[in-house]
């Protein structure tokens, strides 16, 4: 099994629908940690050595946030800012998150047809998320996929928590086919790619 760090970051929880559909459909399963990034650091008073740890500690890392202004919330950027340090994650020294895999869950208010260079996005939405690629890349982790629901605002939550319930099983008893989920765009709760084996 692998060991599984999952983290939720929302700094408007109470209003979320779909990140916190998410977030409470990942509390029933078994073998998984979850953080609540905004709820543990309010003031973004960040435990350095304690998140760096909890990264040694896990294998596979799935960040959730809804996508603001293009990118991740501001906490997400300062936990990374501080926990990916040099001589930690990458540079002289920087190996300790070698071979480990990152995955981002991702919802975005826009529809999918608008982030195309037609759309009014402009752009893939893989396009933004490419900072996070490259940190995994510099960091020696493996990049997969991210799991996706656009049009946020509009769409029922349900399928969607499910589904990212059914990944994060999947990922911690190492039934997502890896090389699937590396060459895909993005992926969605009915095309997650499984491998065989009995469900959990
Ligand atoms: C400050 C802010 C910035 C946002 N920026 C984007 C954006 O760049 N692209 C997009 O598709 N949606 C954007 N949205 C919409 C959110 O992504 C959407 O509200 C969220 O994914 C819905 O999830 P929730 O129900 O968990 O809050 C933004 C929303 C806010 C409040």
Same mark, same amino acid.
């Given at each position: 099994?692998?060991?599984?760090? #999952?983290?939720? +970051? ?15 459909? /990942? ?34 890392? @799935? ?42 869950? @991702? ?28 940190? +995994? ?20 939550? /349900? ?29 969605? #709760? ?11």
């Amino acid at each position: 099994m692998a060991r599984l760090l #999952h983290i939720f +970051a929302h700094p408007g929880r109470a209003t979320s629908r779909v990140n916190l559909s998410m977030w409470r459909a /990942a509390q029933g399963i078994d073998g998984i940690d979850s953080l609540d990034l905004y709820s543990t650091y309010p003031r973004y008073a960040i435990d350095i050595e304690k998140e760096q740890q909890r990264l040694v500690d896990h294998d596979v890392l @799935v960040l959730q946030f809804p996508l603001f202004w293009y990118s991740a919330p501001a906490l997400v950027k300062e936990w990374i800012d501080l926990t990916f340090e040099h001589g930690f994650a990458y540079g002289q020294g920087g190996d300790r998150l070698r071979g480990k895999q990152m995955m981002l869950a @991702v919802t975005a208010g826009g529809p999918q047809d608008a982030y195309s260079h037609q759309g009014y996005q402009h752009f893939e939405l893989r396009t933004f998320l490419t900072p996070f690629e490259q940190t +995994a890349r510099l960091s020696q982790m493996t990049f997969l996929a991210p799991y996706v629901q656009f049009g946020a605002l509009k769409e029922d939550p /349900a399928p969607h928590a499910r589904g990212f319930a059914d990944l994060l099983r999947a990922l911690r008893d190492d039934r997502l086919d890896l090389s699937r989920a590396q060459q895909a765009q993005f992926l969605t #709760h009915d095309t997650l790619p499984l491998t065989e084996g009995a469900p959990t």
